[in-house]
């Protein structure tokens, strides 16, 4: 059973850099035809895709968030990160890390618990 | 960006009883390779996101055939034939069609 966990600092002050990481479990990072994806959902809105990062290391960005976001994978501890820059309190959000299955169907099919990010000072 | 549009957002249901959420897109969700990457949601407090439906019909693994998918082009339907407690929550739809990916904006099962 694929597992994920995110991880990272709840509370962030603005202007700085959000940084979270996904651990995966139950299957290797590195296989091919999968991708790894982070998602937000501020508070009342609806979920926004924010990218996803291919096993070769290729990624995909959301236009509206591409200037400030990299994502990133270390298949050594089989974790996948987010690195947000220049946050301000709309960055405020739960954040999720996601499988996404191209080949199995164009799904996001296994999801982490998510964690609340708060931007404040 | 593709603009999904869920109604309703709010759905009273009787336990027992049949419930129905629709989707609709603002472009066709049909990808160059001929499938539609639609999926349907369902988030829970405190509790991962789960995958129910993909590619518009599909049931995803362990998911119960009391849910349905249906639907073409810009126009899709996620049933529920007979409501259940853990069925409560909220329910989005999302296309995988067209980067950058998209959602509904949700709805809200509850029971009556």
């Known amino acids: 059973q694929v597992q994920l966990q995110e991880s990272g600092p709840g509370l962030v002050k603005p202007s700085q850099t959000l940084s979270l990481t996904c651990t995966v479990s139950?299957?290797?990072?590195?296989?091919?035809?999968?991708?790894w994806s982070w998602i937000r959902q501020p508070a009342g809105k609806r979920l926004e895709w924010i990218g996803r990062?291919?096993?070769?290391?290729?990624?995909s960005y959301n236009p509206s968030l591409k200037s400030r976001v990299t994502i990133s994978l270390d298949t050594s501890k089989n974790q996948f990160s987010l690195k947000m820059t220049s946050v301000t309190a709309a960055d405020t959000a739960v954040y999720y890390c996601?499988?996404?299955?191209?080949w199995g169907g164009g799904r996001h099919d296994y999801w982490g618990q998510g964690t609340l990010v708060t931007v404040s000072s | 960006d593709i603009v999904l549009t869920q109604t309703p957002l709010s759905s009273p249901v009787t336990l027992g009883q049949p419930a129905s959420i629709s989707c609709r897109s603002s472009q066709s969700l049909v990808h160059g390779d001929g499938n539609t990457y639609l999926s349907w949601l369902h988030l829970r407090p405190g509790q991962p996101p789960r995958l129910l439906i993909y590619k518009i019909s599909n049931r995803f693994s362990g998911v119960p055939d009391r849910f349905s998918g249906s639907g073409a082009g810009t126009d899709f339907t996620l049933k529920i034939s007979r409501v259940e407690a853990e069925d409560v929550g909220v329910y989005y739809c999302s296309q995988a069609t067209q980067p950058p990916y998209t959602f509904g904006q949700g709805t809200k099962l509850e029971i009556k």
């Open positions: 990062i291919y096993a070769s290391g290729s990624t």
């Open positions: 996601a499988r996404y299955d191209f």
């Open positions: 139950g299957g290797s990072i590195s296989s091919g035809s999968l991708y």
